[in-house]
């Protein structure tokens, strides 16, 4: 080899590899390898990876009626995966241009209901097609080899020859009799890894402080309102009717904990009615009203069946029994919904008479005591 | 390659070929290039599994990507302007409106959330999957306990990839299903309130949630899922592919296809299938219209409220838990909420990684192994496994006892029963019924092995007794008992298995080779009934004493092909 480089270093000296520079390439010289073919090169290869080619099941003879059968296949289903893959394109930008527009529309065309589909349709035929296209070339066209590969297990060389240089370091870093470098080290890489851990503490919060979790945002006098902010009289809801209410403050119908079902029992569910011990005068009339939050897993209980007096939660089919204060007769609750104590104010609207008596919504460890 | 060369032998003539030396020269890449081309793969189907969760995950990362470029993970109230013209004027949250313009505003872009949930629940399906044929197969044997575990980490991380994912559009389900979560979060003894506090920043809902599970969403659990992937491949390189018994497979080879280019044709040939079937779900199927929920009302909720179906197994564990709080001195309570949701999904998961170790521990086998068990063959394995499975299953049907109750009008009280009872008897009597189906199909494996493959041949003998041929599948000895051991290899158990019939001649309308030469080329493999014709002497035998064979033309063959 011939070089041009005449700076100071690179001549100087003799510059040779050292004894354990080769490798493969001192077992086969360029010469050897040139005369070798490609098929041999490719084995010797292999070989020196350990592989060994048993068995070749070559592809198809040249120019035999399976060859072109199995390239004009191949050729088709890549050709109707270009195909797709343009017709997609056509879809996505030709909509709204030369095609009907693919916005939603109440008065819904015809178009924007396919546009989604087709997208869809023309991609997945443009990739399915190109894998299948791929599958069958190399199952009907490339040869069909068995190789076998050794698997080498670990090696005792390597093993012990790493052991020395590990210990080797311990050793030489006299860690085992400098005691007093080991217990520095361990309560520095403690301290350093609490500092870098403490900025999470930013995430840590007192559940505890002002109860958020036992009250919600109804109080004396708060108004029960609708959906749509307006009050309820006695004798707006038939008997045996279910409404759900929000306290009359701001964004009330939005709040997690503050939803309360407003029920008007039938005469023969007054009847039965036996609220829980202490709350026989939180209902008004032949009115209750429960909170909505489930106190399983905080689902709003929606379903209403006036013919047994059950609420349903939906999520995991907790049952609720009004005339019974509320009390779970089926499925996964435990505990009664609150119940909202109510009355009517001066103006014959409904009114909480206090917040709820408990925390409303799902149990957790220090509940009762809070 | 002759030699042409005036300078060094061997040196590279063509234009590819110096390109590739003047890279070599730089990056010295030639060496590891080989070696990875020339790295074996088995030739099975079920190794492909994995693959598919990995190309899920590949469209998962690509079109997730694509998602975050319009989605606002913000959950400020806004007035929705978009063109869905039904939530028109609809105070909701910024996150949810951004869903909605995703789907209705952006071009394709309904096309890409489709496809990217679809491609998600792939994504758990294959992991499932491809754990099972792990763990019925016994490939989680040491020395692969390692990537097991790591697999069952990223089955976790999946499930929360899934879980922050559809609360995301924080629509009126993902809502319900994140008052769930916090419920769940809350119901965790001693810590439950502070946990909620720190994940939700205060009390169920508040205002950081979406935000907070976005970023878990795009970049915590991603990054550490890509991360795991890595090792879980390096692994699977470093220690090589487990195989099934066969013909020339041991403990210490692996036969099969060479990378390149059979297996990387294969490979990617599934990759493009798996992102086209993906494809095809995200445009032809609608999943998860989040328009037709509305946006989150605490207030309200939809019957028939599922999660997906990865979590249903949960959803179901909870609604058949009795209602059992557990009241503690000092007025502390356990909710029963705890118990079918922490408890159960982390006992399932805790031994699920630690199942190698305890199968170790069990079975005292400690030895590394390679080739792998037919499940058969390890019928307590294969009958813990089932037993499992139909814990699982039960739980998943549990929690959707709504839907099926209504669908099928049966009692809703009643489903729940049957889901109560079910997951206590159902799991043993499975155990019972697959130990005893591993058995029987032992024992049919060493009777074809010693008494030949039922070939449906009667003969009457001179005594005037019937007996059925059979086809023995080696040597036998002299009462006409096969000598072949079971190797843990599949027993073929009809004549067509070992070449009985002729093969088929090929072309689909009309043949493309002559009947003729098919003939001959049989004969010459010594293949097929009709070759043993040729060379058969009509002896009238075909008792047992002569083995009970038919001929010689049916050998065993190659059970592969």
């Not at chain 1, 929000?246 to 964004?251: D, L």
């Not at chain 2, 969403?217 to 099934?244: D, E, N, R, S, Y």
């Not at chain 2, 041991?250 to 990759?271: C, I, S, W």
């Not at chain 2, 959707?400 to 206590?424: E, H, Q």
Request: proline share 7%; glycine share 12%.
């Amino acid at each position: 080899m011939k070089t041009h480089d005449t700076r100071p270093g690179s001549t100087g000296g003799e510059d040779i590899p050292g004894p354990l520079h080769g490798g493969p390439d001192e077992d086969h010289t360029p010469e050897q390898l040139a005369t070798m073919s490609r098929e041999e090169l490719d084995l010797l290869g292999a070989r020196y990876d350990g592989v060994e080619v048993l068995h070749v099941d070559p592809g198809p003879e040249p120019g035999s009626v399976l060859e072109k059968r199995a390239v004009r296949q191949v050729g088709l289903v890549w050709g109707l995966a270009g195909l797709s893959a343009f017709l997609f394109l056509v879809v996505y930008v030709g909509s709204g241009w030369f095609l009907p527009e693919w916005h939603w529309a109440r008065e819904g065309t015809t178009w924007s209901a396919l546009f989604t589909p087709l997208l869809g349709l023309f991609m997945g035929l443009a990739f399915t097609l190109a894998g299948v296209g791929l599958v069958i070339y190399t199952k009907k066209l490339l040869p069909h080899e068995t190789a076998v590969q050794d698997k080498h297990d670990g090696s005792h060389f390597d093993r012990v020859t790493t052991g020395a240089t590990l210990t080797g370091g311990y050793h030489n870093s006299g860690l085992a009799r400098r005691k007093l470098l080991t217990r520095s080290l361990g309560f520095m890489g403690a301290a350093v890894g609490l500092m870098v851990l403490s900025p999470l503490g930013g995430l840590i919060k007192n559940p505890n402080t002002g109860n958020v979790l036992g009250r919600t945002s109804w109080a004396e006098g708060v108004r029960l309102v609708r959906d749509d902010g307006s009050p309820i009289r006695p004798g707006d809801q038939e008997p045996g009717s279910l409404e759900t209410v929000f306290p009359a403050v701001p964004g009330g119908n939005v709040q997690s904990d503050a939803a309360t079902m407003l029920i008007r029992l039938r005469p023969e569910q007054t009847a039965a009615d036996r609220p829980r011990e202490g709350q026989a005068d939180f209902g008004y009339g032949d009115y209750v009203a429960y909170s909505k939050i489930c106190t399983h897993a905080g689902c709003p209980v929606s379903l209403y069946e006036q013919e047994t007096s059950r609420i349903l939660c939906p999520c995991h089919q907790s049952q609720f029994d009004v005339t019974q204060g509320a009390k779970p007769v089926f499925g996964p609750a435990t505990r009664s919904l609150p119940q909202l104590p109510i009355t009517v104010d001066d103006e014959g609207y409904f009114v909480a008479r206090s917040d709820y008596p408990e925390a409303v919504g799902p149990t957790y460890w220090n509940r009762e005591r809070i | 390659m002759a030699a042409r060369t005036t300078t060094a032998p061997g040196a590279p003539t063509t234009r590819l070929g110096k390109a590739g030396f003047e890279i070599d020269d730089r990056l010295i890449v030639a060496g590891p290039l080989r070696r990875t081309l020339n790295k074996v793969f088995p030739d099975h189907w079920s190794f492909l599994l994995g693959e598919i969760a990995l190309y899920a995950f590949v469209i998962l990362l690509l079109s997730g990507t694509y998602l975050t470029f319009f989605f606002d993970a913000s959950m400020v109230e806004v007035e929705y302007a978009g063109e869905y013209d039904p939530l028109r004027g609809t105070q909701m949250s910024a996150a949810y409106a951004s869903a909605l313009d995703l789907s209705f505003d952006v071009r394709g872009g309904l096309f890409m959330r489709q496809l990217h949930h679809w491609a998600a629940l792939l994504f758990v399906a294959a992991i499932v999957v491809h754990l099972l044929r792990i763990f019925f197969t016994g490939a989680f044997r040491r020395p692969r306990e390692t990537n097991w575990l790591i697999g069952v980490v990223m089955l976790v991380l999946s499930l929360l990839m899934g879980l922050t994912g559809y609360t995301m559009p924080d629509d009126l389900l993902s809502g319900t299903g994140l008052r769930i979560i916090s419920a769940i979060i809350l119901s965790i003894p001693v810590i439950g309130t502070w946990a909620h506090f720190a994940v939700f920043n205060g009390d169920f809902v508040g205002t950081e949630i979406i935000g907070r599970f976005y970023i878990a969403h795009v970049l915590i659990l991603p990054a550490i899922l890509l991360g795991l992937i890595a090792v879980h491949l390096l692994i699977l390189v470093k220690q090589k592919h487990t195989q099934f018994p066969g013909p020339g497979r041991t403990e210490h080879n692996v036969v099969g296809n060479r990378l390149f280019p059979a297996f990387a044709g294969k490979a990617t040939g599934l990759l493009l299938i798996v992102f086209g079937v993906c494809a095809a779900l995200g445009g032809l199927v609608q999943i998860n219209p989040v328009w037709l929920w509305g946006p989150y009302n605490p207030a309200q909720v939809s019957a028939a409220s599922q999660p997906d179906w990865y979590i249903l197994f949960l959803d179901g564990s909870t609604r058949i838990f009795p209602a059992w709080d557990i009241n503690l001195p000092g007025n502390y309570t356990i909710p029963a909420l705890f118990w079918p949701t922490v408890v159960v999904a982390g006992a399932m998961f805790t031994i699920l990684a630690l199942y190698p170790w305890i199968e170790r521990k069990l079975t005292g086998d400690t030895a590394a192994h390679h080739l792998l068990q037919r499940p058969r063959d390890v019928p307590v394995r294969t009958s813990l496994g089932v037993m499992a499975l139909t814990f699982y299953v039960v739980l998943a049907i549990s929690g959707s006892n709504d839907v099926i109750a209504d669908k099928f009008t049966i009692s809703l009280n009643a489903m729940t029963w049957v889901g109560r009872i079910g997951v206590i008897i159902l799991p043993p009597i499975a155990y019972v019924l697959t130990y005893r189906i591993c058995l029987g199909l032992q024992q049919h494996d060493r009777e074809v092995l010693e008494h030949g493959i039922e070939t449906g041949v009667i003969r009457r003998l001179p005594n005037g007794e019937f007996i059925e041929v059979h086809q023995p599948l080696g040597p036998v000895d002299e009462h006409g008992h096969g000598q072949l051991a079971y190797g843990g290899a599949p027993v073929p158990k009809r004549m067509n298995h070992v070449g009985g019939a002729r093969r088929a001649i090929r072309g689909f309308f009309t043949p493309i080779e002559q009947p003729s030469a098919v003939e001959l080329e049989q004969q010459g493999e010594g293949r097929g009934l009709a070759a043993g014709e040729a060379s058969r002497e009509l002896t009238g035998s075909g008792r047992p004493s002569d083995g009970g064979r038919p001929s010689d033309g049916g050998r065993p063959q190659d059970a592969r092909d």
